[in-house]
């Protein structure tokens, strides 16, 4: 009998620990309820069936239910009313690209102050579920990423050197095993890559170097199973890129 906090059957129940497969029940049964909305053909602004009916229908704990629609929630797919129920969500929330868009303005550094403190959080989680998550072939593709990011930096690529930055953040993302995580990461990077129209680029200032060996802690870390070096390592590497942003904003503004 299942437990009162596992997912049953719609969450496909947990894995062995580091299993490549393994997803929390919470993420499969927050897919199964989209896809859910999908079958019911529920509009915006349409009630959902309850945290039971849910639970019922998909043979999950309520417990697991309760998870997947604060997963839901949380990135706007879903809005919960107190005393009302639930209902299907006027937008795709901020994670939506359309409201991410408006929200971010790339010359407003306040903006830009924010946008780093918000992947400092990210980044730091990522590697810290990959650390005990990836897979023999994620780890080869985040390794592949940051010697790209190597060879870009020492041959003056510049394009070659943000093909690789990306390639090494988005794979440790992957490698978390959390899409939704995953996305977050990816619409994060897309909006840094905005912060160009101020004149700035990841390898601006003096910290294109710097950057390849902190890449290099933070894979090491994740490879060698150490959530705890790997989230540091990422928090160090973040921190490190937004001082290079603050100077070279100094520099540009105050010559």
């Not at 496909?12 to 897919?31: H, I, K, N």
């Not at 949380?74 to 795709?92: F, H, M, N, T």
């Not at 933070?218 to 942003?245: F, K, S």
């Amino acid at each position: 009998m299942a437990a009162a906090g596992d997912p049953g059957p719609a969450g496909g129940g947990p894995a062995a620990p580091g299993a490549a497969s393994y997803r929390p029940g919470y993420e499969l049964v927050a897919e199964r309820i989209l896809q859910l909305i999908a079958e019911l053909k529920l509009q915006a602004g349409d009630r959902m069936p309850t945290e039971n009916e849910l639970a019922a229908r998909l043979g999950a704990s309520r417990t697991v239910v309760r998870e997947a629609v604060k997963i839901l929630s949380a990135i706007g797919r879903v809005r919960a009313q107190k005393g009302r129920g639930l209902y299907v969500a006027d937008d795709e929330g901020m994670l939506g690209s359309a409201r991410w868009s408006g929200f971010f303005l790339p010359t407003d550094l306040d903006h830009v102050y924010m946008l780093f403190e918000f992947r400092r959080v990210q980044e730091m989680t990522a590697s810290r579920l990959a650390a005990t998550r990836a897979t023999p072939g994620e780890l080869r593709s985040i390794e592949a990423a940051a010697e790209t990011c190597r060879h870009g930096h020492l041959t003056g690529e510049v394009a070659l050197f943000d093909r690789g930055d990306d390639d090494f953040h988005l794979g440790i993302a992957a490698a978390s095993h959390n899409q939704f995580l995953l996305a977050a990461v990816r619409e994060a990077r897309r909006l840094q890559h905005q912060s160009s129209t101020i004149g700035l680029h990841g390898t601006v200032g003096g910290h294109a170097a710097e950057a390849i060996e902190e890449h290099a802690a933070i894979y090491a870390a994740i490879r060698d199973g150490d959530p705890e070096a790997a989230a540091e390592a990422a928090a160090v590497h973040l921190d490190n890129t937004l001082e290079d942003y603050r100077r070279e904003i100094q520099r540009r503004l105050f010559g």
